[in-house]
């Protein structure tokens, strides 16, 4: 008796849950509002779900959002709002309609993935951030394509494992059941056999090792003042972006960024992809300087620093409102200890508010200059000076060449995707086997200088680096080979390459 009436409160039970009243109050949507990208897929669960009914989804605009009709999977196609339909029946007698709004589009206000288009290499790692996040939400990650990405679910953390293009999609689940998609597109590369460095500025901040600035009042009675401010250089959208900007006074600042003693870098094809301002008054740049110039650009504060002894490749320049970029070299005059010569051509015409890819390759008897792959411009190597390693450049510069800013332009911006330094064409990569100083010992006075010159063998070798350290930076300072005496006493100078190798020096302060 006891297992009948078991029995018959499990019957009478189910028949009271297919009744549309008391279903309809267990039964719901697991988001009231989706907010999503275009490209990304949502699939919309349901709260109390239970087998034997059927389920059938609509969307009320296919043009903005569709949805699979048995699944409820939705797919936003382009920015609008839409509503998302689940009509829920059965044999016997339920009816129910649940619906959810869903927003395609960017919310300018809300959470945002702080680099949506990544390039990596196989076996590079990167960690996705987000910006805005709201309290007490809950955010997990997924990868289109495993094989290509692998992506940490709790915290966006991403490897590249595989050669391809994969999709990374955080799914933000936030207070008041709304669903927030976001999307990032990856494109994954094996790393080219050539390839000597680069960066395609995917961190979320500048790379620090790889990257300096310049600051001040620099060069050519040019308008910015160069700093280090977010405002004036950052990267957005996997583009590094320096951007110049006038005050309510009429001042300019911009920024001005270097590889001085973090690359510096032989024969070889230095190139990169740029978008320069098409404004009168810019002068933006993407150039070289000889690496024995050696210059501490942290204490760099003054007007018209002169670099005569330096040599200068300017990769490419442009000047207000052009339809040509400049490529050339500076080198010194035989006139006189204090005049240049130059030696420029200019690419062919080009829309100069698209990308566009400038290059040089650098070798022992030329330097070839290249806009968008086409040859433009090649200068036979008279000066040893232009043998020697370089390092690179990059800055937003206003007035002086770029000519007088028009009086209602407050702000102009520079965008690079990438710089790469590639082996040139048919040489193999070639690391230093040595490296040597030309003293192993200096004894000098406090406020003495002295430059300490460092040789690299082979010379094929294209990525001529150094770093140096001072074991004691109170007793002797060292910057690109120049050490300066603070105080008595004695240290360790370090010269060390790319690849590991090291040399040293003993400093001794007599007073």
């Known amino acids: 008796m006891r297992r009948f009436y078991f029995v018959f409160l499990i019957v009478i039970g189910a028949i009271g849950m297919f009744r549309g009243d008391v279903y309809g109050d267990s039964l719901s949507l697991t988001a009231n509002t989706i907010q999503m990208e275009q490209s990304t897929a949502y699939d919309i669960n349901i709260n109390g779900k239970i087998l034997g009914l059927t389920y059938y989804w609509t969307t009320s605009d296919n043009n903005i959002v569709t949805v699979n009709s048995k699944n409820g999977k939705i797919y936003a196609k382009k920015d609008g709002e839409a509503r998302i339909s689940c009509f829920i029946t059965s044999a016997g007698g339920v009816n129910i309609k649940l619906t959810c709004k869903v927003v395609v589009g960017v919310d300018a206000s809300g959470p ?10 196989v076996g590079e790692q990167y960690d996705i951030n987000i910006a805005r996040k709201i309290k007490q939400s809950k955010y997990k990650w997924s990868s289109s394509k495993e094989a290509v990405i692998d992506v940490n679910s709790s915290n966006g953390f991403v490897t590249a494992v595989g050669k391809g293009q994969a999709k990374i999609t955080c799914t933000i689940t936030a207070p008041n059941k709304k669903i927030i998609i976001l999307l990032a597109a990856v494109n994954v590369t094996q790393k080219p056999a050539n390839l000597i460095w680069e960066d395609n500025f995917n961190t979320p901040a500048l790379d620090h090792r790889k990257w ?23 990267l957005r959208d996997g583009y590094l972006v320096i951007k110049a900007l006038k005050d309510k006074d009429g001042a300019w600042t911009s920024a001005s960024i270097h590889t001085n003693n973090r690359l510096e870098v032989g024969n070889a094809r230095i190139e990169a992809r740029i978008k320069v301002p098409y404004e009168s008054g810019a002068f933006p740049a993407f150039w070289m300087l000889g690496a024995d110039y050696e210059f501490d650009y942290r204490e760099q504060r003054g007007l018209a620093d002169t670099w005569l002894e330096a040599r200068e490749i300017d990769i490419m320049e442009t000047f207000g409102k052009v339809l040509k970029a400049q490529g050339g070299v500076f080198i010194k005059s035989s006139s006189g200890a204090t005049a240049l010569s130059q030696f420029a051509a200019k690419s062919q015409d080009i829309d100069i508010t698209k990308f566009h890819t400038y290059a040089v390759e650098k070798s022992d008897t030329a330097i070839k200059f290249y806009c968008d792959d086409n040859l433009y411009y090649a200068y036979a190597i008279t000066d040893d000076g232009l043998k020697d390693p370089f390092y690179i450049l990059l800055n937003l510069a206003v007035g002086a060449a770029g000519g007088i800013p028009d009086p209602t332009i407050t702000e102009m911006e520079l965008l690079v995707d990438y710089v790469r330094v590639t082996a ?25 200088v002295k430059k300490v010159n460092v040789k690299i063998r082979p010379m094929a070798a294209q990525d001529r680096t150094v770093t140096w350290i001072s074991s004691d930076p109170s007793v002797a300072t060292v910057y690109g080979g120049y050490v300066r005496i603070k105080k008595t006493g004695t240290c360790i100078i370090s010269a060390t390459t790319a690849n590991g190798l090291t040399a040293t020096m003993r400093v001794v302060s007599n007073s």
């Open 112 to 121: 945002r993935l702080k680099n949506t288009k990544l390039e990596l290499r």
């Open 424 to 448: 040139l064409e048919g040489v193999p990569l070639t690391e230093p086997e040595s490296i040597t100083l030309d003293l192993d010992e200096w004894r000098g006075n406090v406020g003495n």
């Open 212 to 234: 300096d600035y310049e600051y001040g009042h620099v060069r050519n009675l040019e308008l910015q003042n160069y700093t280090d401010r977010v405002d004036n250089v950052s």
